[in-house]
């Protein structure tokens, strides 16, 4: 079964938790604010970084690292942060969550260590 499985499904207390959470409205509204707040740093951060992404419209942004996204998310996982390699059509994108502020920023951190010279030559 592991070998057909979604990579991040979900259990039947993960869905009854879900559903529990949608009919708390407030709580929705804090978690569009949040990630709307996440897609601003996150964007502002890869413009400063001088990458371009997709606009958002989600939970998640998907830009272009200019190498091959493998390499990328293999890097990113070394350093304990999980990505999505890029589609087949894209194969220099990555596709990050948002998340919050702080795993944001270790994203971001992480990103300029695996893009080194590159990125840090665009910070200064």
């Known amino acids: ?3 057909v499985r979604e990579p991040f499904n979900t259990s039947r207390v993960a869905q009854a938790a879900a559903i529990a ?3 708390d409205q407030e709580f929705v509204r804090e978690c569009r604010n949040r990630n709307a707040e996440g897609i601003a ?8 970084l ?4 997709f ?3 989600g939970n998640f942004i998907m830009l272009d690292v200019r190498r091959p996204s493998g390499e990328v998310f293999q890097e990113l996982l070394r350093k304990g942060v999980i990505i999505r ?3 087949h059509k894209y194969p220099t994108y990555i596709r990050v969550s948002v998340g919050s502020q ?9 990103l300029e260590q695996v893009l080194g010279a590159e990125a840090a ?3 200064l």
């Open 102 to 110: 702080p795993q944001n920023e270790l994203f971001i951190r992480a």
């Open 41 to 48: 740093y996150l964007q502002n951060e890869l413009e400063r």
């Open 55 to 57: 606009p958002a419209h």
């Open 85 to 87: 390699a890029g589609h």
């Open 21 to 23: 959470a949608l009919e």
């Open 121 to 123: 030559k665009v910070r």
């Open 50 to 53: 001088g990458l371009e992404s």
């Open 1 to 3: 079964i592991n070998q």
